[in-house]
DNA sequence: AAGCAAACTGTGAGCGCTAACAACTTTTCA
DNA sequence: TGAAAAGTTGTTAGCGCTCACAGTTTGCTT
């Protein structure tokens, strides 16, 4: 399969060779062609074999437009993306990407900074007629995905970060769990009070995480106390940071890792030390997490996992083998050094 | 064109409508339609207003397999991306992506984590299948592009960070300028004694970035020195910060952020303080820079922007407008607080 | 009012492929 | 040995669209 220095479109382009050309050399129908191609049954091997070489030779490859005109199908997925660079989403997108390419599908994305519904529709729509087989939906916005869903499309969809809904899948790290693991080992150092700076509202993962916090306090008798409501930026944890009142507080759980790194600077920015008196844990396991002051104690998430996972998941949907288990990982705790033992609460 | 609330495929399956049900709705023939669709002259207005209520009627959409089946032209592109998901990279495809979809043109991505020259080459010939009008490369490895540029397709090339090379555009920020504006800064604060850490040597980017401190060093008559090259990532620039010899050295120009903090960590870690032991730019200006300790002076580059300029350029190689000037930025400095005045050398 | 150009509109072919079925071989088994 | 069964191959008809060109109408001259 693999040629080396070819002229793919020599100067007197010798128009790409189509199923009649192969036909003709190797002395068969088309429709031989066709089935050696598409690796049908009911080919004599000896015939099979001479078409394969005038494939070969002719540097045969079938028409994706030809095909998907007639087969309405087009090995093809619609991934919609919405957000901004953020390291989680851009990442899970990436190994798609690479899962997809791996299965030979392809992908095409939709990048969009808002998640406006009449965006996502006009991307759906956009997909279908390019008759994708699956859509994906990779988002940080809650709705993002129900807007897809409420299409109520036949093909498969799968989404990330989404509230369970009919006929759609979802795919995803256990965030309420890794949560609870992180509160836990907050806990487990003696602190009692331990607030959280949530991620944006609109945010499935954000309310899980914030679930796991509060039910884990919860089960241990210890009050609750949002200090945020961030954007998952840096600067929104600075912003938090700078105003919020601590009393009473020694450990902060951020929902994410950049927004622990602006509020650690705030924090320090107000005469405070971290661990020495707060904690702060994060959560995703940023590259920089290991190597910021002091390295960031965290929840981390496996991206690629969750990319090839969701790929996996919207494939096996595609062929209809339908409602098998769902994958969810555990994001795993970090422990490095923002977290520490409690002191007495200021 | 946003509808609102349809039944995109409804049980009964209406079968999407074609361009002759709408002929026969309209009362014309199929090619009136078509040159309506098409926005070809010659059709009486009452005509093309009758043909567009049956379309907007019948929620007629062309089948693009049929277009590009007849037309071998499909509105879409190809982009291919490789690396990591480090944070420039990943959000140029990001506003590649955006902009395209701005411009109504679809986009297949095909990443890949390496940059082995097969998958490349596999990568675009899955393109070319699929009639791809143009391909963009984003990639961190030098030699990407050139696989592309060496296989002479007849289609448009874009690229991100490459050398120029005959039949390829390149788009990018001015690394070089950047760079020197950099050094410059660190030369006007007093420091003479400014190593350089490295990005990877198949990196065009570093490799200008480098070039750039270098000129500037020696239009000011000092020395060069590198202390590492690393990958881009924080751990390769902790590696070398924790090995490097900082003799003569105030000041260390690390090419790019994530490198720079995990080079202050390691430096802090060896009783270093930054800036006032060790001045440290960066090069990108990631949205941490400004809240590690101590906050990131760096240099600024607009992926958006860098994303958009290769659309833009890229669809007017399409549209053969060929040779236009290519857009470039300047990386804007920023200072912050890890650069600051030079003490005597230790 | 005839005549001609310009403006419109329609017809037929065919892009490259697969689906459905017809036709021809070979094998199997009574 | 012959007929049914199984295996193999070919034929035809589209998929939904655009292109090239033919045909029809309209507007403008003289």
Request: aromatic content about 4%.
């Amino acid at each position: 399969m693999s040629l080396d220095k070819v002229d793919y479109v020599t100067e007197e382009a010798p128009r790409q060779a189509t199923i009649f050309d192969v036909a003709r050399l190797a002395g068969v129908s088309h429709q031989t062609v066709s089935r050696v191609v598409n690796d049908l049954p009911n080919v004599r091997p000896s015939t099979r074999v001479r078409v394969e070489e005038a494939i070969k030779k002719l540097r045969y490859v079938p028409s994706p437009a030809a095909r998907a005109l007639v087969t309405r199908r087009s090995r093809t997925i619609g991934l919609i993306a919405t957000g901004g660079p953020e390291y989680g989403p851009s990442s899970t997108v990436l190994y798609f990407n690479a899962a997809a390419r791996d299965a030979r599908w392809s992908v095409f994305t939709a990048n969009m900074t808002d998640s406006d519904p009449s965006s996502i529709r006009g991307a759906v729509e956009a997909f279908l007629r390019q008759n994708v087989e699956g859509i994906a939906v990779i988002s940080g916005h809650e709705g993002s995905a129900d807007v897809v869903a409420g299409m109520e499309l036949t093909i498969p969809l799968v989404a990330l970060e989404a509230t369970p809904h009919a006929g759609l899948a979802t795919v995803g790290a256990d965030q309420y769990n890794g949560a609870r693991n992180a509160v836990r080992h907050l806990i487990e150092l003696g602190h009692r009070g331990i607030a959280h700076l949530a991620g944006p509202a609109d945010s499935v993962d954000a309310r899980e995480r914030e679930r796991g916090w509060r039910d884990e306090l919860g089960a241990n008798d210890l009050a609750a106390r949002v200090i945020g409501i961030g954007d998952w930026s840096p600067s929104s944890g600075h912003r938090f940071g700078e105003a919020c009142d601590l009393s009473g507080l020694t450990a902060i759980f951020a929902a994410n890792d950049q927004m622990s790194i602006g509020l650690i600077h705030a924090l320090n920015a107000r005469g405070l030390a971290v661990p020495a008196d707060m904690s702060i844990i994060g959560f995703d396991d940023i590259p920089e997490a290991a190597y910021v002051s002091p390295p960031l104690t965290t929840v981390r998430q496996d991206f690629e996992t969750i990319g090839r996972d969701m790929l996996s998941t919207l494939l096996s949907r595609i062929n209809g083998e339908s409602a098998t288990e769902l994958p969810q990982s555990l994001p795993t705790l970090i422990e490095r050094a923002s977290t520490g033992l409690a002191r007495r609460a200021s």
